[in-house]
């Protein structure tokens, strides 16, 4: 999971609803454009946010030498490219495309053999190295077809997202709207390390990037 905005935030959040939850089996690897702050920005009070991700964890990249304002010098994209790279990744989901100029520059890139987007930021990135785009069909209009909107291939899951409140993931773990959805999440990842990256990233004819 790659982002500029873990923490305090919406995308934190979200990240955290989609990865404290994830059975051990799930290899997590955040890759964190920046630092993981250990404490709020406005309160100065530790994250928990930040403390639910790092627990739940196996390993986090911090690519400190990427400044927030730059676009990527040649340098900052090498260095991160490689230490992505280096980590030979399954996956590699991107949490807020285009909210975040150095995720989406970084999403130009092939690094992982399944590339996701999602709905950190609700649109479809127009970017070909992605393969996926993870939604809800809530989101999705009833009477339209959805999959024409995204160049990516769509893949539902069903009710709303959720925020994950500050309590532990065990006590939510009780709630069947969030088993259900935590459950999909680990079938998009698993279904992409059985494939080996080809059928997912299947996309439909006659789009233009």
């Known amino acids: ?36 702050q250990p404490k709020g920005k406005a309160s100065g009070q530790a994250s928990k946010v930040a403390e639910a991700l790092a627990k739940r964890s196996d390993q986090v990249l911090e690519l400190t030498f990427w400044d927030s304002a730059s676009p990527g010098t040649p340098e900052e994209l090498r260095r991160s490219r490689e230490a992505i790279a280096a980590l ?43 393969d996926l785009f993870v939604s809800h069909v809530a989101f999705e209009p009833a009477l339209a077809r959805p999959s024409a909107r995204y160049t990516e291939r769509l893949v539902l899951i069903p009710g709303l997202p959720f925020f994950v409140r500050s309590i532990s993931s065990e006590s939510l773990g009780e709630s ?8 999909r999440w680990r079938d998009i990842l698993k279904e992409a390390a059985e494939d080996g990256g080809r059928p997912l990233a299947e996309r439909p004819s006659g789009r233009i990037y």
Do not use: C, K
């Not at 069947?176 to 459950?183: E, G």
């Open 1 to 36: 999971f790659v982002s500029g905005l873990f923490g305090d935030s919406a995308v934190g959040n979200l990240a955290r609803g989609i990865i404290a939850p994830l059975p051990r089996s799930v290899v997590v690897i955040l890759i964190v454009l920046g630092a993981l």
């Open 88 to 130: 030979q990744l399954t996956a590699l989901v991107f949490l807020e495309l285009a909210l975040e100029v150095r995720s989406f520059v970084l999403a130009h890139s092939r690094l992982a053999p399944i590339q996701i987007a999602t709905y950190g930021h609700a649109s479809t990135s127009g970017i070909p190295s992605i």
């Open 176 to 183: 069947v709207d969030a088993r259900a959805a935590w459950m």
